[in-house]
């Protein structure tokens, strides 16, 4: 009769083409978030009146950036040495073209996009960890 028992090795390599899988969507993922997130900060928008005190605008900056690193750390944790400092890099060059296409810029801006950095690099470690033990195998 059919057996629905698969072997060990067979899993493993089934866990592992799952992962490699991942590590692609992921990658795809951070690259569409990394294009979206420059669409939306260098588009033009009239200046709110926005009242003095706490900006919620430096939180949408963390949570862009965190959402930018994180697919693509939590589907391939080594990629933290080039991801992390060009994704610093890109929250920078943003910062400092804006102000020629009528937005301003701001060091606060950065350093909110760089904490993204480092908060989504963070979570995407963790996940990753869970998705390793999960599919049994090493996360590429």
């Known amino acids: 009769m059919f057996d629905s028992r698969v072997s060990r090795p067979e899993a493993d390599r089934a866990g592992a083409t799952a992962l490699r899988r991942m590590s692609q969507l992921g990658l795809v993922a951070g690259f569409i978030l990394a294009a979206v997130v420059g669409v939306l900060t260098l ?75 480092m908060l989504g690099t963070l979570a995407g470690f963790r996940v990753n960890r869970r998705l390793s033990a999960w599919f049994g195998a090493r996360a590429v």
């Open 43 to 117: 588009t033009p928008v009239p200046a709110p009146q926005v009242p003095q005190g706490f900006q919620f605008d430096k939180v949408y900056h963390l949570i862009a950036f965190a959402a930018v690193v994180f697919p693509v750390i939590a589907t391939g944790p080594r990629r933290w040495v080039w991801v992390v400092p060009l994704a610093m890099v890109y929250g920078g060059a943003i910062e400092i073209i804006q102000p020629y296409v009528n937005r301003e810029r701001e060091l606060m801006d950065f350093v909110a996009n760089c904490l993204g950095v």
